[in-house]
């Protein structure tokens, strides 16, 4: 599943443009197709299109995982999920398999919701808090500190890798990117956040800024035949690296399951406390 990162990179370039396409800010949707139903969390489609038709794209952000674009008179919200991603072609550009639902805008572009696995889902709205209104802080905001991280921990008495998964925590953090801030922290995926000192949630919360920041500098994590462009895969320190050497001591990786999701550690870097 696309986090935080990957999130990010799909956003900058829709809203930035790329060497293949001028950013998509200001341009109308005059069309819109849908090949999917289910894509569509709401409305239902036949409003779904008479009311997106017309609008303009005002701006193209993230919060967590969803990609946010702002609309002029409502907001369209995208949560990728396992394989979904968005794409701009050409107007005349051949429909692809796996596209769900595709925009036709102005300047001849098109802007594609492509998911082979048909997990990801699409909202129009008016009030996009409904949707993202439960999510946990943005882990990369300033105002976010580390007095207020402490604090959030201290009240739960979860395991780390859990808690760091739920999106009503922390927005936008999965299991690729916990496990790497985990190794950096030095903290064991299984101790409970409520045993944390002060300093162990500043070095954590340190260690999830830095691995979040590095992956967005390598454009995200290709490991997956359907995620194009990022590099931080070949940077993992611990992520699908069982049985090879960790970079700080030489003891081999290790995975585990917690909650369902496979996690990996340095057993030697990443003890649990005794006592």
Not at 48 to 67: A, H, L, M, S, Y
Request: aromatic content about 8%.
């Amino acid at each position: 599943m696309p986090e935080l990162p990957e999130v990010q990179s799909i956003v900058s370039n829709l809203k930035n443009g790329t060497i293949n396409h001028p950013p998509l800010i200001g341009l109308k949707i005059i069309a819109a197709q849908l090949f999917w139903p289910r894509t569509l969390a709401i409305p239902d489609p036949e409003e779904f299109t008479t009311r997106v038709v017309g609008q303009r794209i005002d701006e193209i952000g993230r919060r967590g995982k969803f990609v946010v674009i702002s609309l002029d008179q409502e907001t369209l919200l995208f949560h990728l999920r396992m394989s979904g991603d968005l794409m701009v072609e050409a107007t005349d550009a051949p429909i692809a398999p796996h596209h769900r639902l595709v925009f036709d805008l102005e300047n001849n572009l098109r802007l594609s919701f492509n998911d082979p696995r048909k997990f990801g889902r699409v909202w129009l709205t008016p009030q996009p808090e409904i949707v993202l209104g439960g999510l946990g802080p943005e882990p990369l905001e300033e105002r976010f500190t580390t007095q207020e991280f402490y604090q959030r921990l201290t009240v739960y008495r979860r395991q780390l890798k859990p808690l760091l998964l739920d999106q009503s925590f922390l927005a936008g953090l999965g299991n690729i990117y916990t496990d790497e801030a985990l190794h950096r922290a030095r903290l064991h995926p299984l101790v409970c956040a409520d045993t944390l000192s002060f300093g162990e949630a500043e070095t954590l919360l340190q260690s999830i800024r830095s691995v979040l920041q590095e992956g967005i500098q390598r454009n995200g994590a290709s490991i997956d035949w359907v995620y194009r462009g990022g590099e931080f895969q070949n940077y993992f320190r611990v992520y699908q690296r069982t049985g090879e050497p960790c970079f700080n001591c030489s003891t081999p990786i290790q995975r585990l399951v917690i909650g369902q999701r496979g996690t990996h550690y340095c057993p030697n870097c990443q003890q649990i406390p005794t006592g």
